[in-house]
């Protein structure tokens, strides 16, 4: 006699639906109703959302990104099933589609990059230049769309209950809008364990509204840059008058360590000043945030990546990493501008633990 599979508990379906070959959970969902619910979220496990630049192969990778979200804002139950969620492309301009080229072959080049002085004894076919200007007039149009479902996507009342690992595209946090909508959405998913953001900001904000601090407590990864780190350890922004000596950070709220392995910031030239309001300001140098890393996640961190300006790598900031992260295996702390420091830095970690 079979066994009806209905007849078991929604729990137990849940973890058989878990652990099926991801060529075998369509053929599962599709046998009924109640199936489909249950498991169809675990064939969404990945999901990358992307744009790029314009050139001839880019619009096939728009047009798929808008479909993508377009199907998993509808659809609770896939969404449900998500475990990383990539999203790229939210900083490219539209500036990039306003070049046509007139010299050279086109396919090979991105329009953004394309210089006339490339080959000027060839000239592009007629008909391969329609072709061309209808795609970039098509990219023009999508990529707004692109950016608003982004928008949407993440920052309307969507939730992933499973989301584990979130990469996001630089480009995305440019403004203090930006930030306190990415804050948002890390607050919604306090079961997070990696967050990746990708790319060096090309130019800094203030924040004119104080920012809500978050805690990660599952957070096991985290690349970002590096004045937003406090706020996504627990650490909110001292409203302390910007010509005291208070410190720049607010004491947390609560008290457990972070199974934080994997640290990965990047800095500014200069150091950066969040206003809250008028008359206050808050100061952040590299060495406050690593006192608060350090608080959180001192025996549990493994891995350590500082990108700096030039003139802020001292030995202040190299001594209070390898005295206050006992377990540290891999440092490295670079400069943005002279990258051959990284090795002198390395150096120097390895023989004051050797000395200890």
């Avoid at 959970?25 to 959302?49: D, M, N, S």
């Avoid at 998500?82 to 086109?106: C, D, F, K, W």
């Avoid at 007629?126 to 479902?149: G, H, I, S, Y």
């Amino acid at each position: 006699m079979v066994f009806p599979i209905l007849n078991l508990p929604t729990e137990v379906i849940d973890h058989i639906a878990e652990r099926l070959p991801q060529e075998d959970i369509p053929r599962f969902a599709l046998t009924c109703e109640r199936l489909y619910k249950i498991c169809v979220g675990y064939y969404y496990q990945t999901v990358v959302v992307a744009s790029t630049r314009f050139d001839t192969n880019s619009l096939p990778l728009q047009k798929s990104g808008i479909k993508w979200m377009d199907r998993l804002s509808s659809d609770v139950n896939k969404r449900n099933g998500i475990r990383e969620l990539i999203i790229h492309g939210i900083g490219v301009h539209r500036m990039y589609v306003h070049h046509v080229p007139t010299h050279g072959n086109a396919a090979s080049h991105s329009c953004a990059h394309f210089r006339p002085m490339d080959a000027p004894d060839r000239v592009i076919p007629e008909p391969f230049l329609t072709e061309f200007r209808k795609a970039r007039m098509e990219w023009n149009k999508l990529q707004p769309v692109f950016l608003r479902k982004v928008e949407s996507f993440l920052f309307g009342n969507f939730d992933f209950p499973r989301l584990q690992t979130f990469f996001f595209d630089v480009g995305g946090l440019t403004t203090e809008v930006d930030a306190h909508r990415f804050l948002a959405f890390l607050k919604r998913h306090p079961h997070i364990q990696n967050v990746i953001v990708e790319g060096y900001p090309q130019k800094t904000f203030t924040f004119l509204r104080t920012p809500r601090a978050v805690d990660l407590n599952r957070l096991r990864r985290l690349s970002i840059y590096g004045p937003l780190l406090p706020l996504l350890i627990g650490y909110p922004f001292a409203l302390a008058p910007s010509a005291g000596k208070h410190e720049p950070l607010a004491a947390r709220t609560v008290d457990h360590k972070l199974p934080l392995t994997r640290v990965h910031i990047w800095w500014p030239h200069q150091r950066m000043v969040h206003a809250c309001h008028v008359g206050n300001a808050v100061e952040l140098d590299p060495i406050h945030v690593l006192k608060a890393l350090a608080r959180v996640s001192k025996d549990a961190l493994r891995s350590l990546q500082i990108d700096l300006a030039a003139p802020q790598l001292d030995v202040e900031l190299i001594e209070f990493v390898t005295v206050n992260f006992p377990n540290l295996r891999e440092l490295n702390i670079c400069s943005m501008e002279q990258s051959y420091l990284t090795g002198q830095v390395r150096l120097i970690f390895e023989c004051v633990n050797t000395i200890e």
